[in-house]
C-alpha cells in the first residue's frame, strides 16, 4: 500500500480530513491514488495570481506608454493585441499536453515565462520590440495559468461542490488581475522608474511560487508516450465538445464568453481613452481606478454567479436543484453586458468620467457573472479526461473579446466611436437573445464520473 494511503495512529488526529482520489478519477494512465490535504489547492491558486497580476498589470499603463513612449493609440491597442496572441497556444495546448504529462510541470513552466515576460517588458520604454515579445510570452503564461491552474484546482477541491471550484479558481485569477493593474497603475503614476519598477514587483513576487507547486500532489500523472501523430490525435479529442453537449455549448457558452473580456476590454482599454483628456495629469491614476473598479466588481458579484446558477448559496441540493434553472445565470451575465455596452456607447458621446465609472462597474459586475457561470456550464459538458482541453477552449473563446479595443482603434480611422459603440451593444443584444434562447431549448449536461 503506497506510504499517503496508510492508517493514522490512533492519537493522531488531523485537523481535517483528506480527500483521496482513485485511479477511477483520472485516466487509465493513473498508477495510485492520490491523496489531498484540504489546502492543496492554495499554491496552484497562488499560481493562477501571479500569472493574473502579470498578464493586468500591463492595461492601466497604456496611457503610460502613450505620454513616456511615444506610442501611438493603435500600437498600444496592438499590444494587447500580441497578448491574445500569446494567449491561444497557451490555452489551447497546455490543457491537453497538462492531461496527458501532469499538471505541475506544465504549470511550473508556465509561472517561470510569466516572471520571464516581465523581465522582457524591463526593457521595452523605448522600443516596441520588448512589448511585442513579453506581451506575447505574458499571453502564453496567462493561458497555461487559466486552463491548467483552473482545472487543478476543480481536481484539488474534490469532494466540495463543483460550484466553489470554478469560484476559487476565478477569483484568483480576477484578484491577481485586479491587484496587478492596481500595484503597476499606483507604481508608474507615483513611483521611480515608472516603466521598470512595475514588473521588478512581479517578478519578486513570482519567484518562489515554482518551488510551492512543486510540493502539490499530481493529480493527472504522466502517461506512456506515444507517437507524435497519436499526441496530436490525443490533443484534437480532448479539445472537442462532447457530443451530448454541443448544442447547449453552442446556444449557451459560445455567445457570451467573447463578452467576459469583451466587457473588461470597454472597461479599462477603451473608456479611459475615451475621456482621459478631462482628467488631465491624473489620466495614468484614473485608468487605474477603472481597472480596478471593474475587477473589484467582479470578485464581488461571483458567488452572486454561483446562487443564480443553482438556486442555492451551497452545498450538494444547490447542484441537485439547478436543473433547468442553470440558465439564469448566462441570461443574467448577458443583461448586464447590454446595460454596460449601451453606458459605454452613451458615455461616447457624453464623455463624463463619472459616468465612465459606472459604466466600469456595470461591465465588471458582468465579466463577473460570466466567468463563472462559463466555467460551471464547461465543468458540466466536461469528462475527467477533457476538462484542461475545454477549460482552455473556453478561456480561448473568452479572451477573443480583448481584441475588440484594436478592431475598435483599427477602425476608428472611418467611423466614430459612438457609432462604433453603438454597434457594439446592438451586438450585445443579440448574443442575450441567442442565450435566452439556448437556455430554454437545451438541457445542461452532467459529465460522466
Not at 493514522?8 to 495510485?32: M, Y
Not at 492596481?182 to 512595475?198: D, K, N, R, T, Y
Not at 458621446?349 to 460570466?370: E, K, M, Q, R
Not at 478561456?395 to 462604433?420: C, E, I, N, Q
Amino acid at each position: 500500500m503506497p506510504e499517503t494511503q496508510r492508517m493514522p495512529e490512533p492519537r493522531q488526529a488531523a485537523p481535517k480530513p483528506a480527500v483521496t482520489l482513485s485511479p477511477a478519477a483520472h485516466s487509465p494512465g493513473a498508477l495510485s491514488p492520490v491523496t489531498l490535504s484540504p489546502g492543496a489547492w492554495r499554491a496552484v491558486a497562488a499560481a493562477m495570481f501571479a500569472a493574473g497580476w502579470g498578464g493586468n498589470q500591463f492595461t492601466p499603463l497604456l496611457l503610460m506608454y502613450r505620454r513616456l513612449g511615444g506610442y501611438s493609440a493603435l500600437s498600444v491597442d496592438a499590444f494587447l493585441g500580441a497578448y491574445v496572441v500569446g494567449l491561444v497556444p497557451g490555452l489551447l495546448l497546455a490543457g491537453p499536453v497538462s492531461d496527458r504529462r501532469g499538471r505541475r510541470p506544465v504549470l511550473v513552466a508556465g509561472t517561470v515565462a510569466s516572471a520571464v515576460a516581465s523581465l522582457v517588458l524591463c526593457f521595452g520604454g523605448h522600443s516596441a520590440w520588448p512589448i511585442y515579445a513579453g506581451r506575447l510570452i505574458t499571453g502564453f503564461a496567462v493561458g497555461i495559468a487559466m486552463s491548467v491552474g483552473s482545472s487543478w484546482v476543480k481536481e484539488l477541491s474534490s469532494g466540495t461542490d463543483g460550484g466553489l471550484a470554478a469560484r476559487r479558481a476565478a477569483l484568483c485569477q480576477t484578484a491577481g488581475f485586479g491587484l496587478g493593474a492596481g500595484i503597476a497603475g499606483v507604481l508608474a503614476q507615483w513611483g521611480p522608474w515608472p516603466m521598470v519598477s512595475p514588473y521588478a514587483v512581479h517578478i519578486l513576487l513570482t519567484a518562489a511560487i515554482p518551488v510551492l507547486l512543486l510540493r502539490v500532489p499530481e493529480t493527472r500523472p504522466a502517461r506512456a508516450g506515444g507517437s507524435v501523430r497519436e499526441l496530436l490525435g490525443a490533443l484534437a479529442d480532448d479539445l472537442r465538445v462532447p457530443a451530448p453537449a454541443r448544442r447547449r455549448f453552442r446556444l449557451v457558452v459560445l455567445p457570451m464568453a467573447p463578452w467576459v473580456f469583451g466587457a473588461a476590454g470597454l472597461a479599462y482599454a477603451v473608456t479611459p481613452q475615451l475621456v482621459g483628456f478631462r482628467v488631465g495629469d491624473w489620466g495614468l491614476a484614473y485608468a487605474t481606478g477603472l481597472t480596478v473598479l471593474t475587477l473589484g466588481t467582479g470578485v464581488a458579484v461571483q458567488p452572486v454567479a454561483r446562487w443564480l446558477h443553482s438556486g442555492k448559496r451551497n452545498g450538494a441540493a444547490g447542484d441537485r436543484a439547478a436543473g433547468s434553472r442553470t440558465g439564469r445565470a448566462p441570461i443574467a451575465a448577458m443583461a448586464v453586458m447590454l446595460l454596460g455596452a449601451a453606458l459605454c456607447a452613451a458615455n461616447a458621446v457624453l464623455l463624463s468620467p463619472w459616468l465612465a465609472a459606472v459604466t466600469a462597474a456595470a461591465l465588471g459586475a458582468g465579466y463577473g457573472i460570466a466567468v463563472v457561470s462559463g466555467l460551471l456550464e464547461i465543468q458540466r459538458m466536461a469528462g475527467p479526461d477533457d476538462l484542461a482541453g475545454l477549460t482552455g477552449v473556453y478561456y480561448m473563446l473568452a479572451y477573443a473579446g480583448f481584441l475588440l479595443p484594436t478592431v475598435l482603434a483599427g477602425l476608428s480611422s472611418w467611423l466614430s466611436y459612438p457609432v462604433m459603440l453603438a454597434a457594439v451593444a446592438a451586438a450585445a443584444l443579440v448574443c442575450l437573445g441567442l442565450v435566452v434562447t439556448g437556455a430554454r431549448v437545451t438541457e445542461p449536461t452532467t459529465p460522466a464520473r
